[in-house]
């Protein structure tokens, strides 16, 4: 509460733990009323938290498989789409089965039992009686194929065992070693067929269901509230939005920079508002003063500031002069504007009985009475007529509601209102041009003579495009005197950190004059970094954030927690004013957690990158652990075609050769109808267009044919 109580009951600003919140009685020996209600309130909340978790997760799930269902190995090795695009060169970047990682790097496990991995991998090498050996056209290319994969497996392995300790140990058996640890690898990769999409879209939606729906994440350690659980999932996998609702950025210093230079540096940062700077503000009423023989209000607003570090007077004297008083009184007058609607809406009802009196006075008492029996019959008329068409008019509400509902899901919110802003400014800027060719058509019409009549039709459209800018800029500058006549003010002082203005009012109500200076101090920046809104320091994890790659002499890495390195971490993005700051911070480190600002500013590998980081992020909070496999693949997926596409049906969806499966996600009359009239057709490769049809799917064993010939 804005008295400080999160109770009426408890004293204001009370620091207790019942006062918080803490439940301390039992229900054996009763609870008491203040106890009560906050069981009620938690309770209530954790039971919207998981009817609406199940419905969200669940369609964030559907979402992913959907995109990813045509995602398979091939024959090569590479991950495919149903088109033949390729997704991956390698699955997961090394071609390894997630199941079959657990002891691809435990070498002590490996030369324990070498004779028993051995003995299993030969076994596959025996022929039965009816299978005979491959061709041998067919067994070369296999050959060469291997060859290439285990050259360069081999330059990999010897500078992983040069590196370990077991190489002492085996430098006799190296060579077998080295050998064993191939055909582990070998054996490890991905089944050609393997449906690694339908995978990963599993491994990323199951644990989604486990998340709560808090949206806001304190962390504890002064860091920014942050966007967690579904709803960050939905920002990045479903909707790919512009415009995230906590873009961070994360900004370390240099490794020399102290933390007094990081803490000087962040309040260069900071924005100062005129409200954070002001000491004192007065407002006096001056009741009953005469102007232009006009009875009319004084109003005297005194601010007075206190003295900032990093705001010189010129920059105060600027600010309240010019922006801070051009705010104020648009404030000011949107403030009336309010006061007068609610005023009008209060007398519309007692001006409207007034007329209706006054005109039944004027009538005669037998038309009145005929009057009044006609409108009796009316009335009942006008009853049975509305009920027959409310329950009409609900029939039709309730089929739209249930199209709409079918239409639309909940990733369409952020694409469908880009959509109708742009539809909405496409109507403005053609009824604004429709409404300045009538202008211009009656103010040219007195002269027609002097024009002459073997005008092109190009000289028209230049002569009209032009008349319409003079027009509006001649609208724009009638605006800009109308707001500066309707100006209040009529005394203006700025002397150092002391601003007084006085505002004159004629027939006005009275305003809270204060209320509306402080909302304004609010909004106006004496010092503003760009497009920062909040900074914070923080510190900086250099082990995880660092990437060693074959440094001889470093075999291991940590951090000292003594020398701390820090960050900035900033609510916004704007890279620019970082920037100018490679003197302090490292500019090469610079992050944020908006992947659209990353794709525009460092390209498609960097959007990759931050689609895996942050999806980590999200999973990491609650302790769930997702294969880097199963992440690398998605955002391969939504980057391959150098772009950022969201994964629903205005995404990745929309651009699927399959109709089949376009009509089985959502909207399917769109898709037929689109399909009917473009005459498109389906080559059946898809998981969807294959259901669909009764035919089994090209996944697994149905990926190929037997041409084996086989004696039975």
């Not at 006062?19 to 039971?47: I, K, N, T, W």
């Not at 028993?116 to 290319?141: A, F, H, M, V, W």
């Not at 999932?233 to 990081?262: R, V, Y």
């Not at 053609?430 to 009538?438: A, C, K, M, S, V």
Request: aromatic share 8%; hydrophobic share 35%; with cysteine.
């Amino acid at each position: 509460m804005v008295s400080g109580k999160t109770l009426p009951c408890f004293p204001p600003w009370d620091f207790a733990s019942r006062a918080g919140g803490y439940v301390s009685d039992r229900f054996l020996s009763g609870l008491r009323p203040q106890e009560y209600y906050f069981h009620c309130m938690a309770g209530r909340e954790g039971l919207v938290d998981t009817a609406v978790k199940t419905s969200r997760s669940g369609y964030l799930q559907r979402c992913l498989i959907k995109n990813l269902e045509s995602l398979k190995v091939c024959y090569d090795y590479t991950v495919r789409d149903a088109d033949g695009s390729i997704i991956q060169f390698y699955y997961g970047e090394d071609g390894v089965d997630v199941h079959r990682t657990s002891f691809l790097k435990n070498f002590k496990a490996l030369k324990d039992n070498q004779e028993t991995i051995c003995q299993k991998l030969r076994q596959g090498r025996k022929l039965n009686s009816y299978i005979e050996r491959l061709p041998d056209g067919l067994e070369e290319k296999v050959k060469q194929f291997w060859g290439k994969k285990a050259k360069k497996l081999e330059k990999k392995l010897e500078k992983r065992v040069k590196k370990e300790e077991i190489s002492k140990q085996l430098k006799k058996e190296e060579v077998d070693f080295l050998e064993l640890v191939g055909q582990k690898y070998f054996s490890s990769l991905a089944d050609s067929g393997e449906p690694v999409g339908v995978l990963a879209g599993q491994s990323v939606g199951e644990p989604s269901t486990q998340m709560t729906l808090n949206t806001f994440h304190l962390a504890g350690r002064g860091e920014m509230n942050v966007t967690l659980g579904i709803p960050r999932l939905q920002e990045i996998l479903m909707t790919a939005s512009d415009a995230i609702k906590t873009p961070i950025m994360t900004c370390p210093f240099l490794g020399w920079k102290s933390k007094d230079d990081a803490q000087s540096l962040l309040a260069e940062v900071k924005k100062i508002t005129v409200a954070d700077m002001i000491e004192s503000m007065e407002v006096n009423l001056l009741p009953l003063s005469i102007y232009n023989h006009q009875v009319s209000q004084l109003y005297k607003l005194t601010v007075k500031l206190k003295e900032h570090e990093f705001v010189s007077s010129e920059d105060c004297d600027y600010t309240l002069k010019y922006v801070f008083l051009r705010e104020l009184e648009d404030a000011i007058e949107s403030h009336l504007a309010l006061l007068s609607k609610i005023n009008g809406i209060k007398n519309f009802k007692s001006s409207s009985d007034s007329v209706a009196s006054h005109e039944t006075e004027e009538n005669a008492s037998s038309t009145r009475h005929e009057e009044e029996m006609l409108d009796d019959d009316d009335e009942a008329e006008d009853e049975r007529t509305e009920e027959d068409l409310s329950s009409d008019a609900q029939k039709r509400k309730q089929q739209t509601t249930d199209e709409m509902d079918y239409d639309d899901g909940p990733e369409d919110e952020a694409s469908e209102a880009e959509t109708t802003a742009e539809v909405e400014d496409e109507k403005s800027d053609q009824t604004h041009e429709i409404g300045n060719g009538d202008e211009e058509e009656t103010g040219d019409h007195g002269n027609e003579e002097q024009t002459t009549k073997l005008h092109s039709e190009e000289s028209n459209i230049k002569t009209a495009k032009s008349k319409t800018k003079t027009t509006v800029q001649q609208k724009k500058k009638k605006e800009t005197r109308s707001k500066k006549d309707s100006d209040r003010s009529v005394f203006i002082a700025v002397e150092g950190l002391h601003f007084e203005v006085h505002f004159r009012f004629v027939n006005e109500p009275h305003i809270l004059l204060a209320q509306v200076a402080q909302k304004t101090a609010k909004k106006v920046y004496i010092k503003n970094a760009g497009k920062i809104e909040q900074c914070r320091m923080v510190k900086y994890d250099v082990s995880e954030n660092t990437v060693m790659w074959d440094v001889k002499q470093i075999k291991n890495q940590s951090q000292d927690t003594d020398s701390a390195y820090w960050a900035l971490k900033a609510a916004g993005v704007d890279f620019g004013t970082f920037w100018e700051m490679q003197d302090d911070i490292d500019v090469n480190r610079i992050y944020t957690n908006n992947i659209r600002s990353m794709l525009n500013t460092y390209g498609v590998e960097a959007a990759r990158a931050a689609i895996i980081r942050e999806v980590k992020t999200v999973f990491g909070i609650y302790g769930v652990e997702i294969d880097f496999r199963h992440l690398s693949l998605i955002a391969d997926y939504m980057t391959h075609t150098g772009g950022y596409q969201p994964m629903s049906r205005h995404g990745s969806i929309s651009e699927s050769l399959s109709p089949f499966l376009k009509m089985s996600f959502e909207t399917a009359s769109k898709f037929i109808v689109e399909a009917a009239s473009h005459g498109l057709t389906d080559n059946l490769e898809t998981p969807s267009s294959r259901i669909c049809l009764g035919l089994p799917v090209k996944m697994g064993t149905g990926c190929f044919d037997i041409m084996q010939k086989l004696d039975i």
